[in-house]
């Protein structure tokens, strides 16, 4: 079967409601929730006078797309030029890079427009191609800022790249973030604080209990009363 290409462009979600404890994305409530001091650190970063490099990284389902998504809609609802591409799509050459960029309306990406920030998700997929960013394509356009996200640990020669560079690991969400994410999804308390001691905060491990815990109630939708009389009622004779 032939595999459907994974669209270049990501698709940022909608400005979030306003609240501390709105601060979410449709993609998810654990977007935001529980990483307001990544959140700020990579906006602060990007919006620094100074050339930057933001590297988002953490293991498998931590949020390191759903972060990104946000940020997207955070830093284009105040006017910033943001390329949001994904690795998977592109091929891994400068060549591929900047035909990629050229696509997503940055043909002259960091000359003419005052700043211009460049999200690569999944940039694994671009191994091949980091001494290249970091040593030519970034000196090369000052005014170019670029936000990574990676499973893998950034090359220590970021630090001496010639911009200002931020290294940024997801890890789980904490207690009250977790308890709150699942609350949220129309979890009871009770459930709530059982997800969290299965899934420890992992944000794909909560978007599964959520589900798991809608689906057993829709299949099973019991309450104390239905128990008490399935308690009550004889128990059919097994057929000979």
Request: aromatic share 4%; hydrophobic share 40%.
């Amino acid at each position: 079967m032939k595999r459907s290409p994974v669209p270049v462009a990501l698709t940022a979600m909608p400005p979030a409601n306003s609240g501390r404890r709105q601060r979410t994305t449709r993609g998810g409530a654990e977007a935001v929730v529980g990483r307001d001091k990544e959140f700020a650190a990579v906006v602060l970063a990007l919006e620094a006078e100074h050339q930057s490099a933001v590297h988002v990284h953490g293991i498998p389902g931590i949020g390191k797309s759903a972060l990104l998504q946000a940020l997207v809609t955070r830093l284009r609802a105040h006017g910033h030029v943001v390329a949001a591409l994904d690795c998977r799509a592109i091929e891994p050459t400068g060549r591929g890079l900047l035909r990629a960029l050229g696509e997503a309306g940055l043909s002259n990406a960091g000359r003419r427009r005052p700043r211009e920030i460049v999200v690569l998700d999944n940039y694994e997929h671009l191994q091949l191609l980091d001494s290249w960013i970091r040593d030519e394509l970034l000196p090369r356009h000052r005014e170019l800022r670029l936000l990574l996200a990676s499973r893998r640990l950034p090359h220590p020669a970021w630090i001496t790249s010639g911009a200002t560079f931020l290294s940024v690991r997801l890890d789980e969400l904490g207690r009250d973030a977790s308890l709150q994410v699942l609350q949220a999804s129309g979890m009871s308390k009770a459930a709530a604080r059982r997800g969290y001691v299965f899934t420890r905060g992992h944000p794909m491990a909560l978007r599964r209990a959520v589900f798991l815990d809608v689906s057993f109630r829709d299949m099973f939708p019991t309450t104390s009363r239905d128990i008490r009389s399935l308690h009550s009622s004889p128990i059919p004779s097994s057929p000979t």
